[in-house]
């Protein structure tokens, strides 16, 4: 059983930036392709980003490319999403995710970021 923390969200004007961190505690975080979810109100969870076991392939929605960044640190069970030029679109609850084989298998409790025009 995999527990993933989320940190890192808060309110920042447009075009600042945030960092989010997940932090993996339970299992063995180089095992799993972890992902970046988000969720504004009224709408489905849609997919931000993903980075492999290695940390040596990433994919991010077309939405954020080019502002967000993923990366990992197996060493300390950790990956993180690097939030840049930030717009009021942008404003979810974003999610942490452990999966692999197609199937995203634990999710963190998410932390909201809002952005203010």
């Known amino acids: 059983q995999v527990q993933l923390v989320e940190s890192g969200g808060g309110l920042v004007q447009a075009g600042g930036s945030l960092r989010l961190s997940c932090a993996a505690s339970?299992?063995?975080?180089?095992?799993?392709?972890m992902g970046w979810f988000r969720q504004a109100p009224g709408k489905e969870r849609e997919f931000v980003g993903s980075?492999?076991?290695?940390?040596?392939?990433?994919s991010v929605a077309d939405s954020v490319k080019g502002r967000f960044t993923i990366s990992r640190d197996n060493a300390k069970s950790t990956v993180l999403l690097q939030m840049n030029s930030l717009k009021p679109e942008d404003t979810a609850v974003y999610y942490c995710a452990a999966g692999g084989a197609g199937k995203w298998a634990y999710w963190g409790q998410g932390t909201q970021v809002t952005v203010s025009s």
């Open positions: 980075i492999m076991r290695s940390g040596g392939f990433t």
């Open positions: 339970g299992g063995t975080f180089s095992g799993y392709v």
